[in-house]
T-cell receptor, first 114, second 119 residues
Framework: RKEVEQDPGPFNVPEGATVAFNCTYS??????FFWYRQDCRKEPKLLMS???SGNEDGRFTAQLNRASQYISLLIRDSKLSDSATYLC???????????????FGRGTSLIVHP | EAQVTQNPRYLITVTGKKLTVTCSQN?????MSWYRQDPGLGLRQIYY???????DKGDVPEGYKVSRKEKRNFPLILESPSPNQTSLYFC??????????????????FGPGTRLTVL
């Protein structure tokens, strides 16, 4: 079983829709969590970190459920420019010196159409 | 401008011909790493380095070497490339300072990627 799993999609939604992605992780000792956005053939860029209490950045809301070991990303009022692949990432380890092992999900593809 | 740079961006080579992909960052980051990204497999870590002269294997190190002689540079070396190393490669870097909990949230910055084809 892969350590970090995502539904690859694609999620095909109209502009203005609300869409949510989940990402499950298997290591209960995982310490930090992230959502990255990756445009086609480009490098991943950090979209937002995911904190225990949940956090919001404009139209984007991220949540962490440690009991069920998943993180989620909610996008409200989708824009055409939101079309991309969304990668979740989980850091595990790091007893000292920041030696965390990052594990990425395979990504969820989002297509927002007019 | 704070950035991670990689060269070359595109490379087509033949089996067995040694090559090096360079990676450089100007953010004074301690941590640097290399990933490969393949369809259906996502990003997988090849090697990482916590600081100068300190390197460790990631998930898929076979067939690769790295070195960290200077803080800003972290080249990826393929001594004898094979077709199964055809992939999109990303270098990344981040700070490690801030203590165990806080530093785990330090943002990782990626280079623009190197698309390698081995014939």
């Amino acid at each position: 079983r892969k350590e970090v799993e995502q539904d690859p999609g694609p999620f095909n939604v109209p502009e203005g829709a609300t869409v949510a992605f989940n990402c499950t992780y298997s290591n209960s000792a995982s310490q930090s969590f992230f959502w990255y956005r990756q445009d086609c053939r480009k490098e991943p860029k950090l979209l937002m970190s995911v904190y225990s209490s949940g956090n919001e950045d404009g139209r984007f809301t991220a949540q962490l459920n440690r009991a069920s070991q998943y993180i989620s990303l909610l996008i409200r009022d989708s824009k055409l420019s939101d079309s991309a692949t969304y990668l979740c990432a989980v850091n595990t380890g790091g007893a000292s010196g920041g030696s965390y092992i990052p594990t990425f999900g395979r990504g969820t593809s989002l297509i927002v159409h007019p | 401008e704070a950035q991670v740079t990689q060269n070359p961006r595109y490379l087509i080579t033949v089996t067995g011909k040694k090559l090096t992909v360079t990676c450089s960052q100007n953010m004074n980051h301690e941590y640097m790493s290399w990933y490969r990204q393949d369809p259906g497999l996502g990003l997988r870590q090849i090697y990482y380095s916590m600081n100068v002269e300190v390197t460790d294997k990631g998930d898929v190190p076979e067939g690769y070497k790295v070195s960290r002689k200077e803080k800003r540079n972290f080249p990826l070396i393929l001594e004898s490339p094979s077709p199964n190393q055809t992939s999109l490669y990303f270098c990344a870097s981040r700070h490690v300072a801030g203590g165990p909990t806080r530093s785990s949230y330090n943002e990782q910055f990626f280079g623009p990627g190197t698309r390698l084809t081995v014939l």
